[in-house]
Every structure is written in C-alpha cells, then in structure tokens.
C-alpha cells in the first residue's frame, strides 16, 4: 500500500509501522512529497526560516531578536507564508506563538532543510578554504633545483595561498633558530633540539660519463679503472661531497680535466664529454646524454631526510608543505 504523505495539500509525517516496513522506499516518497508541498505552497527557504525562528522562540518578538530583524519584519514573512498556504501555521496566545498541527509538520520539515543547508554551506566552505602562509625551505643546490623547484607548480595549483621561498647556502641553516621552516638533507639522521625529521628513500651515487666520451674513450667498469680516465671534479666546499671525497680516494692519480664550484656545471662538464665523475642517481639519471659507467656506488648511500621546525610543524601551511613534498620526493627518488 503506498503510503500518503500529502493530504489536501497538508505535509504528513510517515508512521511508524510504514517506515518499519520499507524504510527507504519510504524515505524517498517523503523527500519526494516534502518537494512537491514546497512546489504547491510556492515556498522557498527564507520562509521557512521565519517559520523555524517563531517555532523555536515562541514569540514573534524573541524570533526578531534572534533573526537581528524588527518584529513587523516577522509578522509579515509569517502572513506572507499562511495565506499562500491557506492555512494557519501557528495560534497566537497571551505568551506568545504556539504552532497548530499543521505548523508543528512545517517546522520539522524545515528542521530537516536547515541540517541540510548547513551541511551544504560546511561541504562548499571546505572546498573554498585557501591555505596561507610563506614557507622557508632550504637544501642543497642540487635537490633544490632538480627535485624541488620544479615540483612547485604542481604545489602552487593545489595551494595558492602559500609562497614557498627557496634558500640555497653552503652553509646549513639552524632551524631550531629560525633560519628556516623545512630542510632537505643528506646523512645521518639529524640531532638536536627544536625539530622533527621524517626519514625519505636513501639518495645513492654513480660514475657517470657522456655517451660521446664512452665511444671515444670507453668507460671504467670498476673504481679501479677510474684512474685510466680523465675525471671531472668539484672544488670549494662541494668537494666535501661524499662523492668527490670517494672519487680522491680510490683514483688519487687520475687526470682531472675541469674543475667546478657548482654540480650544475659539472653536469655540463660531463655532458661535453670532458670525463667521467660522480652524481647523485636523481641527477644522473634524469640526464639523457649521461650514463652510468658501473652500478651505484654501495659505500655512498646517504640517509635523506626531511626536517621541519617543531614550533611550526602543526601550522596548516607547514604540514601542507610537507605532506606534498614528501609524497614528491618518495616518488621522485623511487628506484634512483
């Protein structure tokens, strides 16, 4: 038996024993009539708002107080919504509003809309919710410009808001000062006060040459064959590179062709086929015109890890930061 939840254009309440017997059918049949009452009665929202403000204050007056509106205001809306219905929705008495029967079917179903409206405005909220913020980072050169930098227009679409500044220096920043938010570094796992660090795939190392230089000259399949090859090199502080402190030690003798002060440079000094020298795998690899002269160097893996600053880590901006980066680098590293 269908169950009737319109009557002479009045909004009945399901029963009990009909929605015992089949709930959902029951539930859409009533959402369906809730919609073609609001059809009937030409009502929309603000109505039912006036409706569910009397309802709940009892009076005209207090329902104004609470809407920030005059009493009139009220009055008016309820006559406006009564004589579309043509019906009485609420019994004036000496304390105030009380809602007859059919008032009492009008207010609940305008309870039911307002959950609705308000889950709505919190689902559309979240979606428009813009992080803000600046974010400090800073890493070496090499995970800066090949890894990092180029991951941030991805970054920049998901979050507008946040400005990430870049900050490359020989020198390691004190995050636990404040000389930066969020640090990617290679080595042990980092000590200190002041900070949280999450371990990332380890960062291993090659010999690396072009593919001129091997036809021209062939390659080392082994450090102890470096030392028949020109090798390309660093100086200053980048020569304290796991890398080039290997490379001196196991071909103390072999020919260095060009030296540089950046890994920029010595990938353009590799690629011009000037010699052989070590990368990080995560630069070596993305190079075309390179390739590797042996398998990764096992005595060169370094721990990588990310660090943030404790006092800022909770920050919404922070944490965005890091998730992406960090799902970044543990795809970008995979395998390298």
């Not at 941030?152 to 404040?178: A, C, M, N, W, Y």
């Not at 090659?206 to 020109?230: F, K, M, N, T």
Request: net charge neutral; proline share 5%; aromatic share 6%.
């Amino acid at each position: 038996m269908r169950t009737a939840f319109l009557q002479n254009a009045i909004l009945v309440e399901p029963d009990a024993a009909a929605i015992a017997a089949s709930p959902g059918s029951v539930k859409k049949q009533y959402c369906q009539a809730v919609l073609r009452f609001c059809s009937i009665v030409a009502m929309d929202w603000d109505d039912l708002r006036f409706v569910l403000a009397v309802a709940r204050a009892g009076s005209a007056l207090r329902a104004a107080r609470d809407l920030k509106v005059n009493q009139t205001t009220v009055m008016r809306r309820i006559a406006h919504i009564e004589a579309d219905i043509g019906a009485n929705l609420f019994e004036a008495r000496q304390s105030g509003q009380t809602l007859t029967p059919l008032g009492q079917s009008v207010a609940a179903a305008a309870e039911r809309i307002e959950s609705e409206v308000v889950a709505l405005q919190s689902t559309i909220a979240a979606q428009q919710r813009v992080l803000s913020g600046a974010v400090r980072f800073t890493s070496s050169e090499a995970y800066a410009n090949r890894i990092v930098a180029p991951s941030l227009k991805t970054f920049r679409k998901q979050h507008p808001g946040i400005t990430v500044e870049l900050i490359t220096e020989d020198r390691r920043l004190d995050l636990s000062r404040g000389e930066a938010d969020v640090a990617l570094r290679a080595g042990s796992r980092p000590e200190g006060g002041g900070i949280v660090a999450q371990r990332l795939p380890d960062a291993g190392w090659a010999l690396y040459c072009s593919s001129g230089y091997a036809e021209d000259h062939g390659v080392p399949r082994s450090p102890s064959e470096i030392e028949a090859h020109a090798v390309v090199s660093l100086e200053g502080a980048l020569a304290n590179l796991p890398g080039f402190q290997w490379l001196t030690r196991v071909a103390p003798k072999a020919s260095v062709s060009a030296r540089s002060n950046s890994l920029t440079n010595l990938v353009s000094a590799l690629k011009a086929g000037l010699g052989v020298g070590p990368l990080p795998c995560f630069i070596g690899d993305t190079e075309p015109d390179l390739m590797r002269c042996f398998p990764p160097i096992a005595e060169l893996t370094a721990e990588l890890w990310l660090i943030i600053r404790e006092d800022v880590r909770q920050a919404a901006h922070i944490r965005a930061f890091v998730d992406f980066l960090a799902a970044h680098l543990r795809s970008r590293l995979a395998g390298a």
